[in-house]
């Protein structure tokens, strides 16, 4: 009689929860880590920030039929095995999803610069920015590689576009290191957010330096005089690497080199999601995709099932314009990855009507981690 293969998912993002149901649809015998067994879902932050939704709302608990879920944190890897809090555990493969680990920057409770992107630290931030009745609000990209590209720029018209509602004399401004908006996608899908935040009063100043180290401390050191006069300055902070994969990183990047299957060069451990390099968006659906294609390499690599060829995701990002309205861009890759393969890019423009649509998006997010379950 056969024992199925013990498999460790880690993390428990899209990359992670994917990554877990193919390897125990394909008869893996899966063990996932993840602290406190919960998900969030990164793009409710926004309406969290400005008192639409509490974090609650968009944290689900993790619940999966045939895994064994642990409600930990993982604290090293080693060929064959994992350590969580405090314990080793042998595995014969690993999947690690630990995602981008964010700086601390200044403090959510005092002072007048605050760091957050997740609804958890929305929810602090939130009564900083409905104390806020006139003056300069800004939003500052603080470095790059940062998660869910187009959200700073959907952030800074959601709160322009909510001071207005409440007739608040409130100037917001976008600063960001980028030379284009979403360079890494040709220019288009950056002139359609440069195009939205100027129609929704948002000033965008390109090429902004931003010291990481000063942030620690409170401090937005670009054009330091001009930013002494915003009443709230809002941080996207610095994206580094998880502890977890510290090893594996090479050079200043905080991302883990992989190969095509997103294998790293530690035996028998893939990393996936936002940790790992890639060409692909930092979006759900290139970081589920990327789960997909580890998992059917891990099932090959212990013999369960056959190698399977990858092919390339897709990406489909919602663009919060404010008031309830939504954009949505589309990204696929027809002709292969990049650097040979090119985006093809669909846009579709802002209207209330796609909120359902992002509504319906957050319910298939939610049933992937809680299947059967009502929640």
């Keep these: 009689m056969s024992t199925a293969p013990n498999v460790a998912v880690i993390g428990a993002g899209p990359a992670g929860l994917t990554a877990a149901r193919r390897l125990r649809n394909g008869g893996a015998s899966v063990v996932m880590v993840a602290p406190e067994a919960t998900?969030?879902?990164?793009?409710?932050?926004?309406?969290v920030?400005?008192?639409?939704?509490s974090a609650a709302s968009y944290r689900t608990r993790v619940d999966l039929a045939g895994l064994e879920i642990v409600p930990g944190r993982a604290e090293a890897?080693?060929?064959g095995r994992i350590r969580v809090d405090g314990s080793w555990r042998r595995v014969e493969a690993v999947v690690a999803a630990p995602g981008l680990a964010l700086d601390r920057v200044g403090s959510t409770m005092a002072g007048p610069v605050l760091g957050f992107w997740d609804p958890s630290g929305a929810e602090a931030a939130a009564p900083r920015l409905a104390a806020v009745e006139q003056g300069i609000v800004d939003v500052v990209i603080s470095s790059v590689p940062y998660r869910c590209p187009p959200a700073?720029?959907?952030?800074?018209m959601r709160i322009a576009r909510w001071a207005r509602r409440r007739e608040l004399a409130v100037e917001v401004r976008l600063r960001t290191p980028e030379r284009h908006p979403l360079e890494v996608l040709g220019r288009t899908l950056g002139d359609v957010l440069l195009a939205a935040c100027a129609d929704a009063g948002v000033e965008v100043r390109l090429g902004a330096v931003v010291d990481p180290e000063a942030l620690a401390a409170g401090a937005v050191t670009e054009d330091p005089v001009d930013h002494r006069r915003a009443a709230l300055t809002i941080v996207i902070p610095p994206h580094r690497a998880s502890p977890l994969?510290?090893?594996?990183?090479?050079g200043e990047s905080p991302l883990v080199p992989v190969d095509e299957r997103f294998a790293t060069e530690m035996s028998g451990v893939f990393v996936v999601g936002d940790a790992a390099a890639s060409p692909y968006p930092r979006a759900d659906g290139p970081a589920a995709w990327s789960g997909t294609v580890a998992a059917d390499a891990v099932l090959a690599e212990l013999g369960v099932a056959d190698a399977q060829s990858?092919?390339?995701?897709?990406?489909d990002c919602f663009v919060d314009h404010g008031d309830g309205a939504y954009g949505r861009f589309r990204i696929s890759y027809p002709d292969g990855p990049p650097p040979n393969g090119q985006p093809d890019i669909a846009v579709e423009p802002p209207a209330r009507a796609?909120?359902?649509d992002f509504d319906d998006a957050f319910g298939r997010w939610r049933a992937?981690?809680?299947?059967?379950a009502a929640r």
């Excluded at 920030?49 to 939704?53: R, V």
């Excluded at 700073?152 to 800074?156: Q, R, S």
């Excluded at 992937?368 to 059967?372: F, N, P």
């Design 39 to 47: 998900s969030e879902y990164l793009p409710g932050a926004l309406a």
């Design 49 to 53: 920030a400005t008192g639409d939704a």
């Design 77 to 79: 890897i080693e060929p």
């Design 152 to 156: 700073p720029y959907g952030l800074a």
């Design 245 to 250: 994969v510290a090893g594996l990183l090479r």
């Design 310 to 315: 990858p092919a390339t995701p897709q990406a």
């Design 354 to 356: 796609r909120a359902r």
């Design 368 to 372: 992937l981690r809680a299947e059967g």
